[in-house]
């Protein structure tokens, strides 16, 4: 692990956790405020994984557990990992953490030195330059294009590369912009990574329930089997199974890079929570109906979002293909002028704009390297998204 220290401010707050202080703000002045700016669902966690909570509960199952995990939640991620990608592991070759946010940072710590870079596909989940940072590496944004579907391509992962570069990010779906890679754009990128040795991919699936029309979420590690030795494959059960507070994540390495993880993880929280990981077991292996299910609810709704906002002068959505996220362009907005005289430049203004006028939240795109645009959950209730697109529509018409 590096010992560097990430320098004095560089770490930020989550653009979410940030911005719904204004939200809270506004409601203890007692306005109304449609929040659409979640990253969690408002489904309830299962009732059979919430009654094996209980039960472990009530057995004393509320011990330490090895740092890496229990035997029985490392066996039901491995049976994740074949039900879903097709993929065996070993049981020394699976750590459970605290969240898949953990994985993640822990999988930096154990090999970024002071300088090292870590190649993020931008617009993206921000916290992974947090993350690099923390470990003393250096975030790389590589931006990618909307012409492209917002999705890396393997001509500007090549010049990215630097002898310096320890990592690529692949988040399959993306959040916020929705897009999900094919095996074979997956193959490509991995192509490139391939003659770099000293480069390792780290896979974020946190989504990969979350694809609509009938599509499935690859991961790289199915595209490129060859690369096993250098891929991290992360996973968790926080959006899938609706436990976004039960903080289990899960990492798939090669077992000495998970035993190195392990001894990382051992001194900055050891095991995850005893009680949660008997939920998340009971979640991996439990019925698996509820995940058609909601998406099937969360199709239903995403059409919906889009159409509505379409409906909005001045904005435009294209369909995500996964994630409950929508991004809304404000390319029609920007440079129109509010009822109080404001010109609106950017996604924040936006954003701050119809908050105040509206009473909607939506989450600036800045945050995630989406400038001009503005990010709206669909995982609510269909009548909050009924309300938003009714509330937004006004807030764009009083624009001149
Ligand atoms: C792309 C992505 N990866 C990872 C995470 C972290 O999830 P967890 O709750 O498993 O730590 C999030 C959370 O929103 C996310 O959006």
């Not at 946190?206 to 490129?224: I, K, M, N, Q, S």
């Not at 909607?360 to 938003?388: C, N, Q, S």
Request: with cysteine; proline share 6%.
């Amino acid at each position: 692990m590096s010992s560097a220290q990430p320098q004095a401010g560089s770490l930020h707050s989550s653009p979410a956790a940030t911005f719904r202080r204004k939200v809270l703000d506004l409601r203890s002045q007692g306005r109304t405020i449609v929040d659409m700016t979640a990253g969690d669902l408002d489904f309830p966690t299962p009732s059979h994984v919430v009654e094996a909570a209980i039960a472990a509960v009530r057995a004393g199952d509320t011990r330490y557990t090895n740092v890496d995990g229990t035997p029985e939640l490392k066996d039901a991620v491995r049976e994740h990992f074949r039900r879903q990608n097709g993929l065996e592991f070993e049981r020394s070759e699976i750590i459970v953490s605290n969240g898949s946010s953990q994985a993640i940072a822990t999988a930096f710590a154990v090999t970024l030195k002071p300088g090292d870079e870590v190649i993020v596909p931008s617009p993206c989940w921000a916290t992974y330059y947090g993350q690099a940072r923390l470990a003393g590496g250096v975030p790389v944004p590589v931006p990618c294009a909307q012409n492209n579907g917002f999705k890396l391509r393997p001509e500007d992962l090549a010049s990215a590369i630097t002898p310096r570069t320890r990592w690529i990010v692949i988040n399959n779906p993306v959040n916020p912009t929705g897009a999900v890679y094919t095996r074979a754009e997956l193959a490509e990128l991995c192509d490139v990574v391939r003659p770099h040795p000293e480069v390792r991919v780290i896979a974020d699936n946190l989504y990969e329930h979350f694809v609509f029309d009938g599509a499935r979420a690859v991961t790289p590690l199915e595209a490129a089997p060859d690369l096993r030795d250098r891929m991290v494959t992360v996973g968790g059960v926080a959006k899938s199974y609706s436990m976004m507070g039960w903080r289990i994540g899960y990492a798939a390495a090669p077992a000495n890079f998970v035993a190195e993880m392990t001894k990382v993880q051992y001194v900055v929280t050891s095991c995850a929570s005893s009680v949660s990981q008997a939920a998340a077991t009971a979640a991996l292996t439990g019925p698996q109906t509820v995940l058609t299910e909601r998406l099937a609810i969360l199709q239903e709704r995403r059409d919906l979002a889009v159409s509505l906002v379409n409906g909005c002068e001045g904005l435009s959505a294209t369909s995500p293909e996964g994630t409950f996220y929508l991004c809304i362009s404000c390319a029609g907005v920007i440079g129109k002028r509010t009822p109080q005289g404001r010109v609106l430049e950017t996604g924040e203004d936006v954003s701050d704009y119809l908050l105040g006028a509206a009473g909607i939240a939506l989450l600036p795109g800045e945050g995630y390297g989406l400038p001009r645009y503005v990010r709206m959950t669909f995982a609510v209730p269909t009548e909050h998204i009924h309300e938003a697109g009714r509330l937004i529509g006004q807030g764009c018409a009083a624009l001149t």
